[in-house]
């Protein structure tokens, strides 16, 4: 069984493809063959990621988003709690 992260994911509360769970574990995203720390939402079918611009907010408070299209990785930083990770013999 492989652990692997969701095929999209967003860290926006309001977001319908929000997940808690899955985002306390940290995920990493390589985006164009560089690691990104700053994305608010990515798809790796579609091949996009949403990264936050500076601290511009609309009127209603959510930041404002850049989409960038291109090949998306994803991975979870941290094991599932609960899961011990056994060397293979």
Do not use: Q
């Not at 940290?26 to 720390?37: A, L, S, Y």
């Not at 996009?48 to 291109?70: E, H, M």
Request: overall charge negative.
């Amino acid at each position: 069984m492989t652990d692997t992260p969701p095929d999209r994911l967003s860290s926006n509360p309001r977001s319908p493809f929000f997940d808690e769970e899955k985002l306390s574990r940290g995920i990493g995203i390589r985006f164009k063959e560089r690691e990104r720390h700053d994305v608010e939402e990515y798809c790796i079918s579609e091949g996009w990621i949403r990264v936050a611009l500076g601290k511009k907010v609309d009127r209603k408070g959510n930041p404002l988003t850049l989409k960038y299209s291109g090949p998306v990785e994803a991975w979870f930083e941290r094991p599932a709690e609960g899961a011990e990770e056994t060397p293979e013999a």
